[in-house]
C-alpha cells in the first residue's frame, strides 16, 4: 500500500467533487450563510463573536468544498492570515494556520506568507519537533509528558503541507501501536481503555499517511468497531456508552469509512434524518438537535457528511 502524501488535499478534493449531490439549493443556502459569517477583517469568530484563526480555517474550508473561496473572498481571508503569522500558540493553532494558507493560495490570492525571511519551514520543524512527547506522540503545546492521538494526526498534517519529512517514523509509529485497541479503534490517550470515534479517523489517518492504511483482519475489526457507533438518531456517536450522535463523529466516520472503502456501509437515509436535525434552514449547523447554537466548525462537517450521504460513491 502506498503512503497518502496529501490528505487534507484528498479530502477536500473528494468533498467538493461529490457536493453537487447534495443540490443546488442546499449549497446555496450554506454557502451564503458562511459569506455572512466572516468578519470585515476577513476572518470567522467563533461562538463568542471573536476572530479565531480555529474557526476562520473551518469557515474557509466550508467555502472551499461548495466552491465559494474565490475572487475578493479569498483576497480578505489572506490579509487576514497576513496578520495571523505568528499567533500560533499550539499545535492546533499552526494546522489552522498552514490549512487556511493552503485554501487562500489555491483559490488564487497572494500568500499569506509572501516576504517572510526564507526559511520559515524550518521555524515550523522546529516548532514541531518542541511539541513532541517521551512517547513519540505529539501534544497540543512545547514539552508535552505524553502524545495525543489527535495532535500527532495535526503534527503530521503539518508537516505534509510544508513539504517536509516527519522525524523519527519509528517512533510515531510505536506511538501509534500503543493507542490502538483490541476492538479495532484507537484511544486518544494511553490510560484509555474504550476507543473512541474521532481517536479512531485520527488513527485511521495516521496510518494511511504513514502504511498506506490499514488490511486484513486489522481493517475489518476497525470497520466493524466504527460502524458500531451508529445511533439511533441516525448519526454516530463519540463512543459508545455516548447515547446520543453528534455531527463531527458522524462526519469523522462517515469519512473514515468512506477514505477505508466501506462507503457502502453508510445508511445514507439515516444519516440524511440525522442532518436535517442539525441543520438551521437559514443556513448552518450545530452539534445535533440538542445544540441550539450554529458555527462554521460543525457547518464544515454538515457539508461534509452531506457530500458523503447524497453521493452513491459513499
Not at 466550508?62 to 487576514?80: C, H, N, Q, S
Request: proline share 4%.
Amino acid at each position: 500500500m502506498t503512503a497518502d502524501s496529501n490528505y487534507l488535499e484528498r479530502l477536500m478534493f473528494d468533498l467538493a467533487r461529490r457536493m453537487p449531490s447534495a443540490g443546488s439549493a442546499f449549497r446555496e443556502r450554506h454557502g451564503y450563510w458562511l459569506l455572512r459569517q466572516m468578519l470585515p477583517s476577513g476572518a470567522f469568530a467563533d461562538r463568542e463573536g471573536e476572530a479565531d484563526l480555529y474557526y476562520t480555517a473551518f469557515g474557509l474550508r466550508g467555502l472551499a468544498v461548495l466552491g465559494y473561496l474565490e475572487g475578493k473572498v479569498a483576497d480578505r481571508a489572506a490579509a487576514w492570515l497576513r496578520s495571523q503569522r505568528e499567533s500560533h500558540a499550539s499545535a492546533v493553532d499552526l494546522h489552522a494556520f498552514l490549512q487556511a494558507r493552503t485554501l487562500v493560495v489555491t483559490a488564487g490570492t497572494e500568500d499569506p506568507l509572501a516576504g517572510v525571511t526564507h526559511g520559515w519551514e524550518d521555524r515550523v520543524c522546529t516548532y514541531l519537533r518542541s511539541v513532541r512527547a517521551p512517547d513519540g506522540g505529539h501534544g497540543k503545546t512545547p514539552n508535552p509528558t505524553t502524545g495525543s492521538t489527535y495532535h500527532t494526526f495535526l503534527a503530521l498534517l503539518c508537516h505534509q503541507m510544508i513539504d517536509r519529512p516527519a522525524e523519527d517514523l519509528p517512533a510515531v509509529l510505536a506511538f501509534l501501536d500503543s493507542r490502538r485497541r483490541e476492538d479495532g479503534g484507537y484511544v486518544e490517550v494511553k490510560a484509555m481503555r474504550r476507543s473512541g470515534a474521532n481517536p479512531t479517523a485520527a488513527g485511521v489517518g495516521l496510518e494511511q499517511m504513514l502504511r498506506g492504511g490499514l488490511a486484513g483482519q486489522a481493517k475489518d475489526r476497525t470497520i466493524e468497531f466504527l460502524t458500531g457507533l451508529s445511533g439511533f438518531d441516525g448519526g454516530y456517536r463519540a463512543n459508545s456508552l455516548i447515547p446520543v450522535s453528534d455531527l463531527l463523529s458522524s462526519f469523522t466516520v462517515g469519512w473514515t469509512l468512506s477514505r477505508m472503502g466501506a462507503g457502502a456501509k453508510l445508511d445514507r437515509s439515516a444519516l440524511k434524518r440525522f442532518l436535517e436535525s442539525a441543520e438551521d434552514q437559514a443556513g448552518g449547523f450545530g452539534a445535533a438537535a440538542w445544540d441550539a447554537g450554529r458555527d462554521v466548525e460543525y457547518t464544515f462537517y454538515g457539508l461534509g457528511l452531506s457530500a458523503l450521504a447524497h453521493s452513491p460513491e459513499a
